[in-house]
């Protein structure tokens, strides 16, 4: 059930003060019975809901999988970035939208990659859960070069799951097992690909520090099965596919 109001601002007639001014002057009508009451609520999937006599259709969630590019922030407002939400179309800019549209986890202003925006908050909590131990993927680059023995270590001490120190208000933290996996064939390296199962603050750049390093490339290129888009340009987004959605309940 939903408010007539945000169903109507849902269905793109406006913000909910013209809504309003529409339900005043009797254009809109719920199963043919002309209704005033913008807080009578309605049965979106059963409720025919009509203005002007044409029929509403109300997308009931929304599913967006968009190549995050360096630079915006993943929040709603921002005082100094330009934020995600800024990328999206005016379609997006409804009431309905704007009350319930966010980003499954965020990824800092200086990462990129493959971010999830919806309107469905069971999938959110599903995903950013610690008890889901949903793992999310990132293509890592390392300012120093890391040689074979040390570049095993890493990789043992992740999976024992590293002991990260404070920064900022976060407290040092015991992270969980984590895998790294190392890229390219060459004696020294500075590429890998880190999946970690938990979401604590500035994860992946804290494991790499106290391990000595420093990260300078941060891209995530999944989340449990669903991989990014690659021929998603950064900046643009696109909605996910049933298939995709189904593969995200999953996990
Ligand atoms: N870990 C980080 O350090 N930064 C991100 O943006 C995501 C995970």
Known sequence: MIRLDKLLAHGGLGSRS???????SGAVTVNGKCVFDSSMRVDESKDAVAADGKKIE????????MHKPSGYVCAKRDGLHQTVFDLLGDAYRTPFFEDNLHTIGRLDCDTEGLLILTTDGELTHRITSPKSECGKTYFVRLSNKVRSGEAADYVCKCAQGVHIGPEGREKEADCKSACLVWLGSGDEKDECTLTIYEGKFHEVKRIFSALGNEVVYLKRIAIGALRLDESLEKGEWRELSEDEIELLYRI
């Open 18 to 24: 013209s809504v309003k001014k529409l339900l005043r």
């Open 58 to 65: 109300i997308r009931k969630e929304v599913y967006l999988m």
